[in-house]
């Protein structure tokens, strides 16, 4: 049995006439999940509600299989970390060795030799005062002090915004290290198809509000793909159609061919064969294509609603 590290359930946030969700989404434990969407698709506004920044006007949360009625028990809000998109600004007089001092004692699994070593691969400035550190700076500070808590669930909101390559390298590799070495959880906010091709193993596409699903990156990749089959005219590509439900971006391709896009590639091909169409080649889609597609409307095969893993 799958334990979810989070549960949305039903979950409708209101915000000035606007409105995130319903929302429903279980997080599996110890894997990375990316939460993918245009600006203001609600990504934010959904990593504050599982902290309990905010509290949902529907539905229910459960962490860890409890739901939770007043603040986070704080044995819970110990064990997760939150990168917001924005610093707060309660410890911007303190240099990074005396902020990490400070969360050391709220942390009870504090990792010094972890916190050191990311302070240093990231080159983050020992002598200046968070307050008065680049944006990239404070970013990297706060990516390290977030491992440094240990957390059982991190919660990243676009942490990547302001690295420059070497650190969102470092960053990258960081996450990787962390989760192989224990059974967290990682939810992160990101534009980057980089980021998500390298970290994620689910995806979760957010648009206007709606969460419109989860699937696993590896078996969507897999899964989508163009392909392309010898077809005379128009009318051979229509009656292809209609044999074969469901194809996207039909398309003629010039003088005796068509593609198309089939979100499960595989069963498309074997189904073409048995209508004896011939297939000139094919290509998996990249990711924006993917979501592009999604967010019309076309759902990925085999979709994991997000109903709940088990
Ligand atoms: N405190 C607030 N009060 C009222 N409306 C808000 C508030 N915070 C966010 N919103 C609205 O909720 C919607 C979702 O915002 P949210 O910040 O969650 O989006 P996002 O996907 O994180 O965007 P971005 O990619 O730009 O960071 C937006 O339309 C925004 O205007």
Redesign the pocket.
Known sequence: MTTNAVEMRGVIKR??G?T?GPVNLALPEGFIAALV??????????LRLLLKLIQPDEGEILWYGSPSSGELPLELRRRIAYVP?LPGEEEGDLLPAEAARFRSHWYPDWDSALFTELMEKFEVPAATRLGKMSKGERRKYELAAALASSPRLLLL??PSSGLDPFAWKTMIEALQAYIERRRATILI?T?LVEEVRRLADYIVP?DG?RLLGMAEKDALFAAWARIWVQADGPEELAELEAELPGLMEPQMEGEGMASFVAANSSEIRKRLDELGVKVKGSRSLELEEILGLWIKGHEPAGLNSGEGLS
């Open positions: 915000r000035r606007k995130i969407g245009k600006n203001g698709s609600g990504k934010s506004t959904l998109e909101d676009e906010s534009h957010m509000g």
